[in-house]
């Protein structure tokens, strides 16, 4: 979901839907009629005329909402653009404290949505494989985007394997293959 900020102001500066009640609700309903859904969403910071407050309104709902996973990226001027007229007033060095602020909100949110996922099995379609590793991603991973999942032992490639997980870090997850419908480890030997 392509939020870019959440503030109503700041959301109309952009020319983007500032319904920010909808927006809760929405993302409510989503998460109550799917569980398990990852929720994913991109962020701009130092948007001109950004402020403190409306920057704080956006790192708020960041931790409220609690998104799976978050790109954030600073505003850029480009002539030609819609933005064009509003100049770029933020300075740089505000840009970038935001966008540190904000992503380390977010690796830390990322890190416990990942420790929850520590004892569960994914399915994961494997991707690469080296040096007694394969690596792969869930359904929770886009391509080249996202973490991936770790595995320990050599996989086939293109195969999606059950993996019970077994490690997290902020982006990325770590397991091992187990039995299909089985429930239990199997050593990876006989994959």
Do not use: C
């Amino acid at each position: 979901m392509p939020l870019q900020h959440a503030h109503p102001e700041t959301l109309r500066r952009m020319r983007r839907p500032a319904n920010m009640d909808w927006v809760h609700h929405t993302l409510g309903k989503m998460r109550t009629s799917m569980p398990g859904l990852a929720l994913r969403t991109t962020f701009i910071v130092g948007y001109p005329g950004e402020t403190d407050e409306e920057f704080q309104a956006l790192e708020n709902f960041v931790d409220e909402i609690r998104f799976d996973r978050v790109g954030t990226f600073q505003f850029s001027f480009e002539p030609g653009t819609e933005s064009e007229a509003l100049g770029d007033p933020v300075p740089i060095e505000v840009k970038q404290e935001r966008f540190e602020r904000l992503m380390e909100l977010q690796q830390g949110i990322s890190l416990e949505v990942n420790q929850s996922f520590v004892g569960n099995t994914l399915d994961v379609l494997v991707e690469g494989r080296g040096d007694g590793l394969s690596v792969g991603r869930s359904y929770r991973d886009a391509p080249e985007i996202d973490g991936m999942v770790v595995v320990e032992g050599d996989l086939p490639l293109g195969e999606i394997v059950p993996v019970r997980i077994t490690g997290a870090m902020a982006y990325d997850l770590s397991g091992v293959a187990v039995g299909a419908g089985e429930g239990i480890d199997i050593p990876l030997t006989q994959i």
